[in-house]
Nanobody, 125 residues
Framework: VQLQAFGGGLVQAGGSLRLSCAASGRTFSSYCMGWFRQAPGKEREFVAAISWSGGSTYYADSVEGRFTISRDNAKKMVYLQMNDLKPEDTAVYYC???????????????????WGKGTLVTVSS
């Protein structure tokens, strides 16, 4: 599976962005997917995860209620709708894929099978 995240940009605090992650490979629908982010000088951190079917989702406490993860297996896409953005959401955002939900939902994404190149989100105050 190859992944590419896109949709980042500059937005004012309180604004919204939707990130997308495009996947290639015939087995995409078998993978759990996760979004992670890494701010300058900080470790990579978990943001959101979704099961292979889309039936289960998980969020970091810091984004719960503001971000929504979704997927379209027919299009091989995963999305992260980000609302009410805050300056502390500024980071490079990455999507990852793994068969195991315990991997895509762990704090650092350790052991992730596949990572995509990130997309930068900058939230100005």
């Amino acid at each position: 599976v190859q992944l590419q995240a896109f949709g980042g940009g500059l937005v004012q605090a309180g604004g919204s962005l939707r990130l997308s992650c495009a996947a290639s490979g015939r087995t995409f629908s078998s993978y759990c997917m996760g979004w992670f982010r890494q701010a300058p000088g900080k470790e990579r951190e978990f943001v959101a995860a979704i099961s292979w079917s889309g039936g289960s989702t998980y969020y970091a406490d810091s984004v719960e209620g503001r971000f929504t993860i979704s997927r379209d297996n027919a299009k091989k896409m995963v999305y992260l709708q980000m609302n009410d953005l805050k300056p502390e959401d500024t980071a490079v955002y990455y999507c990852g894929a793994d068969f195991e939900m315990t991997v895509v939902a762990n704090p650092r994404g350790a052991g992730m099978d596949y990572w995509g190149k990130g997309t930068l989100v900058t939230v100005s105050s």
